[in-house]
C-alpha cells in the first residue's frame, strides 16, 4: 500500500472528501470499464443533465455573438493523463544497512509533491518499424525545487514481445554529479542481473521488468538537484506493428529513511498504423478525449470563418506539439441554439447569465456571473462548474458574456477501482483575440519543423553528429520587429542558430535554423526548449533530440596511376575498399550502385564485381569497379558516382574519369605479299609525361603473332616489320597494344597478297668466234617453269671496245627468241657480252648474261711462220704443212663443219 499525492494544481480542484477517499489505494491495470466510465460521463455533461439541477432565472435568447474572421489564440496549454498499476515501492532497508559505510540516516523532512520522475521522451513513434532499438531517459525533472536524498529506486514495466531491455546506463546520472561513493543495490533487465549478478536481481523482476537502485554513501544531493537517473536501450520487435507502454511501476526517492513525495510521468513505445497516422494506444492507456485532445500541445488557435444566425463553421487549428506531430487543423461546425455539431463548449450563446441553460434543450447551467480581467481589461465572464461521478470528474469553463467565447477551462479527472487508478488534466487560456478591438496587438508564431530529432554518431566523439531544425516565426495582427531565438538544451548538446536576430515584418514569416550537435553527448533522449522573444512578448517550441550510436561504413577507392584516364573503346579499373568508421564495429552489407554523368548514350559503363560488399564470413570488403567505353564514347569528362548503400546508411564517392579520343595507326604500304616491308606509325596515343609516371608498354602483333615491342617516348611512334608468313588474299590486322594500365587496343588492316609469278631468262650465245663469222644468239622466257612469250624483250650486245649494239631478237616459238650478228673482219678480236631483259605484265622482271670470243684463225696467228717455211721448203712443202696442220687441228673449225678423213 502507498499514498497517492496529487499535484498541487490538481489538488486545488479535487474536493477534499474525494482526497481523503483515495488517500490509499491499491493499484493494477485499469479495467476497459473505467474508459468507457469516462466516456459516459463526458457524454452525459453535453446531453443528459437536467435543467432542474441549477436554477433558471429567465428564458435566455440563444444567439451567436461572434462574427466572421473572430480569431482567439489559446496558450499555456497543459495535459497529462496516467492510467496504469502501481505496486508499492518498498525500500529494502535491511539490504541499505548491511552496505559498509552504512548509509547515514538523516532527519525526516516533509514536503509536497514538487518532483517528477519521467520517460523521456514520453511516445517513440516509429510507424515505418524501422527502428530496431530505442533509447529512454528515465529523468528526474525539478519541479521546481527537489530536497536532498540519497538513494532512488525504479521499476519499469513494459511489453516483453515488443520490447526487450537491452542495456542500462546509470553512468552520468545525478549521483555521478556529486562526490561520494556509489552502491548499485539492484540493476535487473528481463530478470537478469548486470555483469551476471543474480543479486541485483529481486523476485519480482522477470521478463518485462527493468529494476534500478542505487545510493550514494556518506553524504546527500544538493538541493534541487535534478537530471537522468539511466538510459535504457530496449531491442524492438520490428516485425509487426505494436504498442507498449513503458510504466513506471515503482520510483521512491529517499531521504535517509524517508520516503520523497514525487509524481510519475510514463512512457510508450508505438508501431501502430491507422491509415497514416498513430493508432492510439489501447485501454486503459487512453485518456478521455477532453484531455486527449490536449496532450503535448502548446497553443491552440480558433477562426471564426462563418456566421449564420445561431449556426458557426470554424477552424481548430492545434499550432504547435511537443511530441513530434505536424499541425493540424479540423473544422468546428454546430448551433449556438441547440448545442447540435461538434462546437462543444468553444463557441455558446451570447448573453447568458447566471441559471440560464447552455442550450435551449436539457443542458447544463451557468453556475455565475462574474466580472474578471481578459486580454488586458474587466470582462463579463460567465462561469460553468461540474462534478460529477461522486467528485471524479471535475469541469470548469468560463466564457466571455458578450460573445460566448470560450475564455478558459481545466478538467480533472480521477478514477478509483480499487486495483487501478487513473488520474489526469488539462488546462489552457485565451492570450490573444481580436474580439475586441481596441485591445488588438500584434504577436508572433513560432513553430519548429521537426521538433523530434535523430542524432546519429559513429563514435563517442563525432564532430559530424548533427541536426537541423527550422524555427519559422509568422507575424500575426500585423507584428513587425526583432524576435531574438534562444535555445536552452539538456545534457551536454551543442546549439547554434544561423541567425538568432531575426527581422520579421508584418504579415510575413521568417526563418532560422537551429543545428544541433551531439558529438559531446551520450547516447540518450534530450530535450532543447526554443525561446523567442520580442519586447515583452515571448514564445518557445520544445525539441526531443535522440543521440544514437549507429555502427557506420566508409567506402575507400583505389585508383592505379593513369587509371583516370581511357581512350574511347578502352577500360579501367578502380578498387571499392569497405571499412568500419565507427567505435563499434560495421557489420553489414552494403550494395554499390553507380551512374555517370553527363549521361549519354554510347557513354561510359560501369560493372561492379560483386555489387554487395560486406564484413560477414561469407562476404568480401572489396570489390572492383571497371569503367568500359566503346570506340564510340564522345571524348570528354565524366564524372563517376559510386553510392553505398546499407538500410538508412548511405555514403557516395566521385572520381573525374577523361576518355580521349581514340589513337590511330596507320601501315604504309597497307598491302602486299608475305615478306613485304611494313612501316607502321601511332598517333594520339598518351604521352607518359601528361599523367604516368611509369613506362608504357606497347605490343606491336601481326593477328596474334608478337612482331616487337617498345616503350612510349611520346605521344606518336614508328616502327617497322616484315610481314611474317600468312594467308595471302584476305586483311590481317596489325595491332597496337597498351594493356597496363589502361586496356587499349588501336588496330589497322594490312592485306597479304599472293606471291607474284617468277620470270626467268636465259641465253646461249656460243663460246668463240672468228672475224667475219657471224654469232647466233638464242633466249629463253620461262614463267614458273614454262616457257612463255614475254611481253618485251632487249637484247644488247656489248663489244670489246665497250660500245653496246642492240639485235633484232626473233620470235623462233614460244618462249625462244634468236638474234644474229655479224662479227666485223677486222677489228673484232675480244670477248663480246650479250645482256637479255625480259619484262612480262603482271610478273617480275628478269635479265640474263652471256658471252663469247672473237679470235683470230690459225692462219692469222701463224702467217709469219708459214711464209719463211715456205721460203725454205717450196711451194709443194707448204700445201702439206696446211693439210698437216688442218688434220692435228690447229685451225679451228666451224661448228657447221665436218673434219677432215
Not at 469541469?395 to 477501482?417: C, K, R
Not at 551520450?522 to 525539441?543: D, Q
Not at 690459225?858 to 711462220?865: D, E
Request: with cysteine; glycine share 8%.
Amino acid at each position: 500500500m502507498s499514498s497517492v499525492e496529487f499535484p498541487s494544481y490538481l489538488r486545488s480542484r479535487i474536493p477534499k472528501e474525494y482526497i481523503a477517499q483515495s488517500a490509499v489505494v491499491r493499484t493494477s491495470s485499469m479495467k476497459f470499464s473505467l474508459f468507457l466510465q469516462i466516456l459516459l460521463v463526458w457524454s452525459l455533461l453535453a446531453l443528459t443533465v437536467p435543467v432542474n439541477t441549477f436554477h433558471v432565472f429567465a428564458a435566455p435568447s440563444y444567439g451567436a455573438g461572434v462574427k466572421s474572421g473572430d480569431i482567439m489564440i489559446y496558450e499555456n496549454v497543459t495535459s497529462f493523463w496516467q492510467s496504469n498499476s502501481t505496486q508499492s515501492p518498498i525500500l529494502e532497508q535491511g539490504l541499505l544497512s548491511s552496505l559498509n559505510p552504512p548509509l547515514i540516516v538523516l532527519p525526516a523532512v516533509s514536503s509536497s509533491p514538487n518532483a517528477t520522475i519521467s520517460v523521456r521522451p514520453n511516445a517513440t513513434v516509429d510507424l515505418s518499424r524501422s527502428m530496431e532499438q530505442i533509447t529512454v531517459e528515465l529523468a528526474l525533472n525539478n519541479t521546481p525545487d527537489v530536497p536532498p536524498f540519497n538513494s532512488v529506486s525504479v521499476v519499469l514495466s513494459y511489453d516483453p514481445h515488443v520490447l526487450t531491455a537491452s542495456s542500462l546506463d546509470y553512468s552520468t546520472n545525478v549521483f555521478t554529479q556529486t562526490s561520494y561513493p556509489q552502491a548499485v543495490i539492484r540493476n535487473c533487465l528481463d530478470g537478469q542481473g548486470a555483469g551476471g549478478q543474480s543479486n541485483l536481481c529481486q523476485p519480482d523482476d522477470g521478463l518485462g521488468i527493468t529494476s534500478f537502485g542505487e545510493s550514494i554513501l556518506g553524504g546527500v544531493t544538493p538541493d534541487g538537484t535534478q537530471g537522468s537517473i539511466f538510459f535504457l536501450t530496449f531491442n524492438v520487435n520490428t516485425t509487426v506493428p505494436s504498442f507498449s507502454q513503458i510504466l513506471i511501476k515503482q520510483a521512491i526517492l529517499a531521504y535517509g529513511s524517508t520516503s520523497i513525495p514525487i509524481t510519475t510521468l510514463n512512457g510508450s513505445y508505438s508501431s501502430l498504423n491507422c491509415g497514416g497516422q498513430v493508432c492510439p494506444p489501447p485501454p486503459p492507456a487512453q485518456p478521455p478525449p477532453f484531455i486527449a485532445e490536449f496532450l503535448h500541445v502548446q497553443s491552440i488557435r480558433l477562426l471564426v470563418e462563418s456566421v449564420s444566425s445561431g449556426n458557426i463553421i470554424s477552424a481548430l487549428e492545434l499550432l504547435t506539439f511537443n511530441n513530434g506531430t505536424v499541425p493540424r487543423a479540423f473544422s468546428l461546425s454546430g448551433n449556438v441554439a441547440n448545442g447540435s455539431g461538434n462546437l462543444a463548449f468553444w463557441i455558446l450563446s451570447s448573453g447568458l447569465n447566471t441559471g440560464d441553460p447552455i442550450y435551449n434543450v436539457p443542458s447544463p447551467t451557468i453556475n455565475r456571473t462574474d466580472t474578471e480581467s481578459f486580454a488586458g481589461a474587466l470582462r463579463q465572464v460567465i462561469h460553468l462548474n461540474l462534478i460529477q461521478a461522486r467528485g471524479n470528474i471535475q469541469l470548469n469553463w468560463a466564457w466571455d458574456q458578450a460573445t460566448g467565447v470560450l475564455l478558459s477551462f481545466d478538467s480533472n479527472v480521477v478514477l478509483n477501482s480499487g486495483i487501478s487508478n487513473s488520474f489526469g488534466y488539462s488546462i489552457a487560456a485565451m492570450t490573444w483575440t481580436n474580439l475586441w478591438p481596441t485591445l488588438t496587438v500584434g504577436d508572433f508564431g513560432m513553430t519548429a519543423n521537426p521538433t523530434s530529432l535523430i542524432i546519429r554518431k559513429t563514435s563517442i566523439n563525432d564532430p559530424f553528429a548533427l541536426a537541423i531544425s527550422t524555427i519559422t516565426l509568422t507575424s500575426l495582427n500585423g507584428f513587425s520587429g526583432t524576435v531574438a531565438l534562444a535555445a536552452t538544451p539538456t545534457g551536454f548538446l551543442g546549439e547554434n542558430f544561423s541567425s538568432t536576430q531575426v527581422n520579421l515584418t508584418a504579415n510575413s514569416s521568417a526563418y532560422a535554423s537551429l543545428i544541433l550537435g551531439g558529438a559531446n553527448s551520450p547516447p540518450g533522449t534530450y530535450f532543447v526548449t526554443v525561446t523567442g522573444t520580442s519586447g515583452s512578448i515571448s514564445h518557445f517550441v520544445t525539441l526531443t533530440v535522440q543521440v544514437v550510436v549507429q555502427p557506420d561504413f566508409q567506402l575507400f577507392i583505389s585508383i592505379p596511376p593513369g587509371g583516370n584516364i581511357v581512350f574511347a573503346g578502352g577500360s579501367t579499373s578502380v578498387g571499392v575498399q569497405l571499412f568500419s568508421t565507427s567505435t563499434s564495429s560495421f557489420n553489414g552489407t552494403v550494395t554499390l550502385t553507380g551512374q555517370v554523368s553527363p549521361f549519354v548514350s554510347d557513354g561510359p559503363t560501369l560493372s561492379f564485381n560483386p555489387t554487395q560488399i560486406s564484413f560477414a564470413p561469407t562476404g568480401a570488403p572489396f570489390s572492383q569497379l571497371t569503367i568500359s567505353t566503346t570506340a564510340s564514347t564522345r571524348p570528354g569528362n565524366y564524372t563517376i558516382t559510386v553510392m553505398g548503400e546499407s538500410g538508412t546508411l548511405v555514403h557516395t564517392f566521385q572520381l573525374e574519369l577523361t576518355v580521349l579520343p581514340q589513337p590511330v595507326l596507320t601501315l604504309s604500304p597497307t598491302s602486299g605479299p608475305v615478306g613485304t616491308q611494313v612501316k607502321v606509325h601511332g598517333s594520339g596515343f598518351l604521352n607518359p609525361s601528361q599523367d604516368r609516371f611509369f613506362p608504357v608498354e606497347l605490343q606491336i602483333t601481326f593477328d596474334d603473332q608478337l612482331v616487337g615491342f617498345f616503350f612510349l617516348q611520346g605521344s606518336s611512334f614508328n616502327f617497322t616489320f616484315d610481314v611474317p608468313d600468312a594467308q595471302a588474299g584476305i586483311a590481317h590486322q596489325v595491332h597496337a597494344k597498351e594493356l597496363f594500365p589502361s586496356s587499349l587496343d588501336v588496330q589497322a588492316s594490312f592485306l597479304v597478297l599472293p606471291e607474284p609469278s617468277t620470270l626467268t631468262v636465259s641465253v646461249n650465245a656460243g663460246t668463240i668466234y672468228f672475224p667475219g663469222d657471224t654469232a647466233t644468239i638464242f633466249a629463253t622466257t620461262n614463267l614458273n617453269g614454262q616457257l612463255t612469250t614475254v611481253t618485251s624483250l632487249q637484247l644488247i650486245l656489248v663489244t670489246p671496245n665497250g660500245s653496246n649494239i642492240t639485235l633484232n631478237a626473233v620470235l623462233v616459238t614460244p618462249g625462244v627468241y634468236k638474234a644474229s650478228y655479224a662479227i666485223p673482219s677486222t677489228g673484232s678480236i675480244g670477248t663480246y657480252g650479250i645482256i637479255v631483259r625480259a619484262h612480262q605484265t603482271g610478273s617480275s622482271d628478269d635479265s640474263a648474261l652471256a658471252s663469247f670470243e672473237v679470235k683470230p684463225t690459225w692462219l692469222q696467228a701463224n702467217g709469219r711462220n708459214v711464209i719463211t717455211a715456205t721460203s725454205i721448203v717450196g711451194a709443194v712443202g707448204t700445201v702439206g704443212v696446211v693439210a698437216l696442220a688442218w688434220r692435228k687441228g690447229y685451225f679451228t673449225r666451224r661448228k657447221d663443219e665436218f673434219p677432215i678423213p
